[in-house]
């Protein structure tokens, strides 16, 4: 059971608009910034936004992330062949003193 | 580049000890905090172990504190995590990622490793 909760799955067609939710707590992502990872099976995590809405160098803009409250969200806008990865939001936890992850969404184009 | 490559991974018995090791390139090691973070087989990721810039300051995930110790060398720009005690349930990729800061406290992971596997059994 992860700290913070995520739907295992979402898809769309290629182009469609797919979003991620992502939930904790005060502890977590109610004081602290989230960040979002992508990871292909077989290969290194990478990270895909920081800070909230932060996107690293190389990150295209199809990709954006927002925070309210306890909660956050991962949207891909234009969805394409090669977003098929999972994807896990992570916050540090006060309570905890660490990060927590998500349990991770897969997402599947279809 | 930035580059960090992970090593050590191997088949032990439970109740065994394994050391993985990770080289980092590209960036001043010193400066920076590293982390440990899992996969075990089915699952997401997991949280282990982090260490600050300096070394003087670690932490854990309470899943692993008092049986794994995280440690660097930053002469050979190389972190450590020392796993004592091994159980069935650390069986798992483990990866290693270069942090956002120096204090590893509230850091993200920017640049992570192909993960090296652990496999717990008898």
């Known amino acids: 059971q992860s700290v913070l909760t995520q739907p295992p799955s979402a898809s769309g067609t290629p182009g469609q608009r797919v979003t991620i939710s992502c939930s904790g707590r005060s502890s977590n992502i109610g004081s602290n910034t989230v960040n979002w990872y992508q990871h292909v099976p077989g290969t290194a995590p990478k990270l895909l936004m920081s800070?909230?809405?932060q996107r690293p160098s190389g990150v295209p803009d199809r990709f954006s992330g927002s925070k309210s409250g306890t909660s956050a969200s991962l949207a891909i806008s234009g969805l394409q062949s090669q977003d098929e990865a999972v994807y896990y939001c992570?916050?540090?936890?006060?309570?905890?003193?660490?990060?927590?992850f998500g349990g991770g969404t897969t997402v599947t184009v279809l | 580049e930035v580059q960090v490559v992970e090593s050590g991974g191997d088949l032990v018995r439970p109740g065994g000890s394994l050391r993985l090791s990770c080289e980092a390139t590209?960036?001043?090691?010193?400066?920076?905090?590293m982390t440990w973070v899992r996969q075990a087989p089915g699952k997401g990721l997991e949280w282990v172990s982090g260490?600050?810039?300096?070394?003087?300051?670690?932490y854990y995930a309470d899943s692993v504190k008092g049986r794994f110790t995280v440690s660097r060398d930053n002469s050979k720009n190389t972190l450590y995590l020392q796993m004592n005690s091994l159980r069935a349930e650390d069986t798992a990729f483990y990866y290693c990622a270069k942090c956002s800061s120096g204090f590893f406290y509230y850091d993200y992971f920017h640049s992570w490793g192909q993960g090296t596997l652990v496999t717990v059994s008898s």
């Open positions: 992570a916050a540090w936890d006060d309570s905890l003193n660490g990060p927590v």
């Open positions: 260490i600050s810039g300096s070394g003087d300051t670690t």
């Open positions: 800070s909230d809405d």
């Open positions: 590209g960036f001043t090691f010193n400066g920076y905090a």
